[in-house]
């Protein structure tokens, strides 16, 4: 690789290429060392784990239909029953884990006052899974 010129005109004239022969060939030289060290660097120890299910084991939360007439009479689970039933009730649900869902379903025609006494009553109790069901309009 010769670097001389035989032009005596531009033999004193600096060099504007870059020689990439050389930087190919250490390039090259680092490929077949990462080539040669890369399978002696897993250090793995062979193991058989025992293999177990990773479904979750969540219990599923009952689900307590509690109604109010218009009348005012309330029902857990269709059976009818007083304020201090339902109350004794909202108190042992409450002590349950998980909480039960309450699904609260008051007629139209109730008065806002069962309903307040019926939220009120499982809150004391500590439920905190209360919902409303109510039914679609017809169009």
Same mark, same amino acid.
């Given at each position: 690789m010769a670097f001389a010129s035989f032009d005596s005109k531009r033999g004193s @004239? *600096?060099?504007n290429e870059i020689n990439m022969v050389p930087l190919i060939d250490v390039m090259l030289v680092l490929l077949v060392i990462f080539i040669v060290t890369a399978p002696l660097l897993t250090n793995a120890v062979k193991l058989e784990l025992p293999k177990v299910s990773t479904a979750p084991n969540v219990a599923k939360a009952e689900? =307590?239909?509690? @109604? =109010?007439? *218009? %009348? /005012?009479?309330?029902?857990? &689970? /269709?059976? *009818?029953? %007083?304020?201090a039933e339902a109350r004794q009730r909202f108190a042992e649900e409450g002590r349950k884990d998980p909480q039960p869902e309450i699904h609260l379903r008051a007629d139209q025609d109730a008065p806002y006052r069962f309903v307040a006494? @019926?939220? /009120?009553?499982? %809150? &004391?109790? /500590?439920?905190?899974?209360v919902g409303f069901v109510s039914e679609p309009e017809a169009n």
């Open positions: @004239a *600096p060099m689900k =307590i239909e509690f @109604a =109010i007439t *218009p %009348s /005012g009479q309330w029902y857990w &689970n /269709g059976e *009818p029953l %007083s304020r006494q @019926a939220l /009120g009553d499982a %809150s &004391n109790a /500590g439920l905190t899974k």
